[in-house]
């Protein structure tokens, strides 16, 4: 889903009138069509009792129903620290996806942030 | 991002999600035996069975992912979905419809669930994708005896999808193609889903 560009304000019997553009940009929003990405951000903060603790968090798509692809992520907001290893994604599913790290040992503030695109 | 090709030799090629990055146009590559195209799954303690069937016989998603090597440039990594069931294929937008020049209408498997399922399989064929596939491909040193083997295998695979999923038989001078499929599978059943109702 790229930047959203906003079409309203709307009021009634003026421009712009509901159309069949604007109707199925907002329908392709929450059921993606084939090749459509769905972008936004996650940030992980947490602790480690020991070494190899996971920390990790469901992210739900505004998507529903169709089946996505693959789920890429970055770590531009947050470079893993605090003893955070690089984040992995799992439990792909048309309601979202499972973003996580391990951290390497024991650690009171393992953190890491960045961008997701779920491609459909 | 989704795979963009993949090649008989088990070579594929990506985009980077990034939009500034240089591998956004340029894709990045790479083989299927590479250390970094790993399977994962979650833990064995977080998936209460081995086989993603419980036992009412119905399809549990695994959880697994492929994960790709990091790009090297921004370091954004992809996970692909790997852990299909049958549900996926039946009431999601798996099908994709097309008119050619003469407006007659057909349906294609979306191009990049196709090289998804292609990938997996490959990896299952070189061990490293334990779970059995949901869809079984035709393997590649299989086409090679067979008179698919001068057809691209992005041609193959979307010839054979549609006749695995929909039962839909190739037009009557294709009809060869049907022949070399039953010839390579011939107990395969389709699972005749009829991508009218998947796409509704």
Not at chain 1, 46 to 69: D, F, I, K
Request: glycine content about 8%; charged content about 20%; hydrophobic content about 40%.
């Amino acid at each position: 889903m790229p930047n959203y560009v906003k079409t309203g304000p709307f009021t009634n019997g003026g421009a712009p009138g509901i159309s069949a553009a604007f109707l199925n940009a907002i329908e392709n929003v929450f059921e993606q069509s084939a090749g459509g990405t769905e972008t936004g951000k996650y940030f992980l903060q947490g602790q480690g009792y020991t070494s190899l603790a996971n920390y990790g968090n469901y992210m739900e798509s505004l998507s529903r129903t169709t089946v996505p692809v693959s789920v890429t992520i970055d770590q531009a907001d947050q470079a893993p620290t605090g003893g955070a290893n690089t984040p992995g994604a799992q439990n792909l599913t048309s309601n979202g996806f499972l973003v996580f790290f391990t951290v390497g040992s024991a650690s009171s503030a393992a953190k890491t942030g960045g961008n997701f695109t779920i491609q459909y | 991002m989704e795979l963009r090709s993949i090649d008989k030799d088990g070579t594929f090629a990506w985009p980077c999600h990034t939009s500034d990055c240089d591998f956004h146009d340029d894709l990045l590559t790479a083989h299927i035996s590479h250390s970094t195209v790993q399977y994962q799954r979650p833990s064995r303690g977080e998936v209460a069975r081995r086989l993603p069937i419980d036992a009412k016989r119905r399809w549990r998603a695994s959880g697994a992912v492929i994960a790709l090597p990091p790009c090297l440039d921004c370091g954004s990594q992809t996970f692909l979905k790997a852990d299909f069931v049958p549900r996926d294929l039946l009431y999601d937008n798996v099908f994709l419809r097309w008119q050619d020049e003469l407006g007659d209408h057909g349906y294609l498997v979306r191009p990049s669930l196709m090289r998804s399922f292609r990938l997996i399989a490959m990896l299952h064929e070189i061990g490293k994708f334990p779970e059995q596939p949901l869809l079984p491909m035709i393997p590649v040193s299989a086409l090679a005896r067979s008179p698919l083997a001068e057809l691209s295998l992005t041609q193959v695979d979307k010839l054979w999808l549609r006749w695995l999923l929909t039962g839909k038989r190739c037009l009557p001078e294709l009809s060869w193609i049907d022949d070399a499929f039953h010839e390579i599978a011939p107990n395969f059943r389709p699972f005749s889903i009829d991508p009218r109702k998947a796409l509704q």
